[in-house]
């Protein structure tokens, strides 16, 4: 089957749900009401630590519109919710009197105005025991969690690959707490129907979230609805099913009415999950021509006193090089903060920063150029396994980002470049982000009318899903754009995984893809045995689709539209379900690939003020085959300017003794705006991914990671000053 239409995929066709979103006709969880909707708000902790000892609701319960005031006094009895493909599932809330972290939802009031609801929320009352917190990964208190995936990697000798190293460089680097932070407040809106439930939910996650809520509430699956058709961004916020979706339904169990929470921001730093903070010490060995011989990569990250959250940030180290002798150890301490959760490249972020800073430093160590060692190290094969990549184009994205950005031009002297007061900086990183992809089901079918309907139970985060399917199934079924509805966002769906991890486009496409093309399957089939269709016989490989017809391939007269079949056979619709299933490195022989990039970044720093400014940034990226150049370009915009804010703004201050976090505010909490960020330069590079149907690899992580490398590059070549621990700050700079 073939296709013989101008190219659908690949354009830079404009968002098809724009339109909606521009005119407000698009609705987020937000934004539904229902007839006797009320309104919920939460009581947090003002304690990181201890017990309950009394909690007066007396005064909250006898304000005005107050329906009910859940403690942990009169919850009931929920279990936590089950292992999904993330780990585990966060606490259930208000199960008993423990405090573990500040901020802790400690209650829960229902009123008939949102506006009731916070006063009454106010009004409630907390005695504490307050016990001492455990803040600090060095606290000699904390529980240790070594390997607790079983993630640690080790080959060949590292002791005896340093011993042959004419170079060693090691360091120990830190990370702080960032905070997703969509613009978008999350928001859930939860209406009981007997034991049917219907919930609107700020998830990026449908799916999860309703398998997550028949455990907790004991109810069938098949009686749940999770309504996300738009979600307003994420960045991994809206992964896990938090406590403040689970206190909404239950809310709504003990009112019989539909409530609504809308997370403040304050809320949002302390109910949805942050980057957890990390400090990281690596060792790098290389000899005198400037050949890697060990790397030894130890991370140490924090995490909630009861989750599972774990980011492996030394992992990239065991991945990124051909070098014969590497360790990497990651562990984890238990700490009184809210829980952890995914935030735009999860452990690449972290990791890539000290790996790729400290790359930097073996070269200028042995006074070579930091892109010929990158190039001279490059794994030309997966360097655990020894299978050669399903695709790898690092070393055109090094060249030809280098080419782009005018690398040439950079003279190796720290502090050597300068233009009037400003001192220049050239930095560079290498990026990748590992390919993750899992079963993923859709549907297809076309209608009397020559229409397509498209569908999956996946979210759009922003990120183009939307569009990027519609564009998949247009080109599949011979169709225009306009003739192709895709919709998604709702749990009644077929099977969708999570929009995170970069893997959502290749699991979703290739279960589109299946779909597409067993539907024209179904259609061949209702013409195998009919006299009248010149299609009679005809076998999937022996047609091509074209405006909205199948036709013989070559023979364009011979063939009919989907609207004659349909007529013909007195149906109203044909459909078809797919699925993709992850590909398997074992049966491919060849190791499935991520996404690489290299990261080029021109920086200018005031000695004086110690004003650092980002003035260009290239991006070169390996994606596999880019479905929409547009939405492909936009999200690695965006992953840079996450990247911008994780090397110079973003850090999720915490108060030593309390646990309070002091700057839960955008008025507080930099991130950067439009003054921080240059132009942008996006190239792709590379072809199809060899291991699926439609050659795609996931974009949306791979632009955060490296950008912090490069800037900390950069501002050592402008400075001869190392960056070792983000955000790049004032202080680091003046000179």
Request: aromatic share 6%; hydrophobic share 40%.
């Amino acid at each position: 089957m073939t296709t013989e239409t101008l190219p659908i995929v690949g354009a830079g066709l404009d968002r098809v749900d724009a339109p909606a979103k521009v005119t407000g006709t698009a609705h987020y969880p937000n934004d539904f009401d229902y007839p006797g909707m009320t309104h919920a708000a939460l009581v947090r902790s003002t304690v990181a630590a201890g017990r309950i000892l009394a909690i007066d609701t007396a005064q909250a319960e006898a304000a005005p519109g107050v329906l009910t005031v859940i403690t942990h006094l009169t919850a009931p009895k929920l279990d936590r919710g089950p292992m999904t493909l993330l780990g585990g599932s966060p606490p259930a809330p208000l199960q008993d009197d423990r405090i573990l972290h500040h901020g802790q939802h400690v209650a829960i009031v229902v009123a008939a105005t949102a506006e009731q609801a916070r006063h009454a929320a106010s009004l409630v009352q907390v005695e504490y025991d307050r016990a001492k917190a455990v803040l600090d990964l060095d606290d000699p208190r904390a529980e240790i969690i070594t390997n607790p995936w079983n993630l640690d990697t080790e080959r060949g000798d590292v002791a005896a690959g340093f011993a042959t190293a004419a170079v060693v460089v090691e360091g120990t680097y830190t990370t702080p707490d960032n905070t997703n932070n969509p613009l978008g407040l999350m928001a859930t809106i939860a209406m009981w129907n007997g034991d049917s439930l219907t919930v609107h939910d700020s998830t990026q996650w449908p799916r999860n979230v309703r398998t997550t809520l028949a455990a907790v509430f004991k109810v069938p699956e098949s009686g749940i609805r999770v309504l996300a058709p738009y979600v307003g961004g994420g960045f991994g916020a809206g992964l896990r099913v938090w406590q403040h979706v689970i206190l909404t339904v239950l809310a709504a169990r003990a009112t019989a009415r539909p409530v609504k929470l809308v997370l403040t921001r304050p809320e949002m730093f302390t109910s949805v999950g942050h980057r957890p903070n990390s400090v990281q010490h690596i060792r790098i060995g290389a000899t005198s021509a400037g050949d890697l011989v060990a790397i030894e990569h130890d991370g140490t990250s924090s995490v909630a006193m009861q989750d599972d959250d774990y980011e492996p940030v030394s992992l990239c180290s065991a991945v990124s090089y051909a070098c014969p002798n590497v360790r990497t150890r990651d562990r984890q301490v238990r700490l009184n903060i809210p829980c952890p959760g995914s935030m735009r490249a999860p452990a690449e972020g972290q990791g890539n920063f000290v790996l790729e800073t400290a790359i930097d430093e073996v070269a200028h160590a042995l006074g070579m150029d930091p892109l010929d060692f990158r190039l001279r190290n490059h794994a030309a094969v997966h360097p655990l396994s020894g299978l050669p990549w399903s695709s790898n184009a690092l070393l055109a994205c090094y060249t030809l980002g280098a080419e782009r950005f005018g690398w040439s031009r950079r003279t190796p002297e720290p502090g050597s470049m300068r233009e009037g007061r400003w001192l220049v900086g050239y930095g560079l990183a290498g990026a990748a982000y590992p390919a993750y992809q899992v079963p993923c089901q859709a549907r297809a079918s076309v209608h009397r009318d020559g229409s397509a309907f498209v569908r999956s139970a996946a979210t759009d985060i922003g990120t183009g899903t939307y569009t990027v399917m519609t564009q998949l199934a247009a080109e599949l079924l011979g169709l225009d754009t306009s003739r192709v509805r895709f919709d998604l966002g709702d749990s009644d769906m077929p099977y969708a995984p999570q929009a995170g991890g970069s893997g959502l486009t290749g699991a979703l496409g290739n279960a589109v893809h299946a779909a597409c093309r067993r539907l024209l399957r179904e259609f061949l089939d209702l013409v195998r045995d009919d006299p009248d269709s010149p299609l009679r016989g005809a076998g999937l490989d022996d047609v091509t689709v074209s405006g909205g017809r199948i036709h013989r391939t070559g023979a364009p007269d011979q063939g009919e539209s989907y609207t004659d079949i349909l007529a013909r056979h007195g149906l109203e619709e044909l459909g078809a379900d797919g699925r993709s299933t992850p590909p398997q490195a074992e049966e491919l022989g060849m190791a499935v690939a991520g996404a690489f990039g290299a990261k080029f970044v021109e920086v200018r720093i005031d000695p004086d003020l110690g004003l650092l400014r980002v003035t260009r940034v290239v991006s070169a990226i390996d994606g596999g085959r880019i479905l929409n150049e547009k939405t492909a370009t936009s999200q690695i915009v965006g992953g840079t300017v996450g990247g911008i804010g994780q090397a110079m703004f973003e850090d999720t201050i915490s108060d030593k003794e309390t646990g309070r976090i002091a700057n839960a505010t955008f008025g507080d909490y930099l991130v950067p705006v439009n003054a921080d960020i240059p132009d942008m330069d996006v190239i792709f590079v590379g072809g199809p991914d060899r291991a699926t149907a439609i050659g795609t690899k996931g974009v949306g992580e791979v632009g955060l990671v490296g950008v912090a490398a490069a800037i900390a590059n950069a501002v050592h070549h402008a400075t001869g000053r190392r960056m070792r621990s983000l955000p790049i700050t004032i202080d680091q700079l003046t000179l």
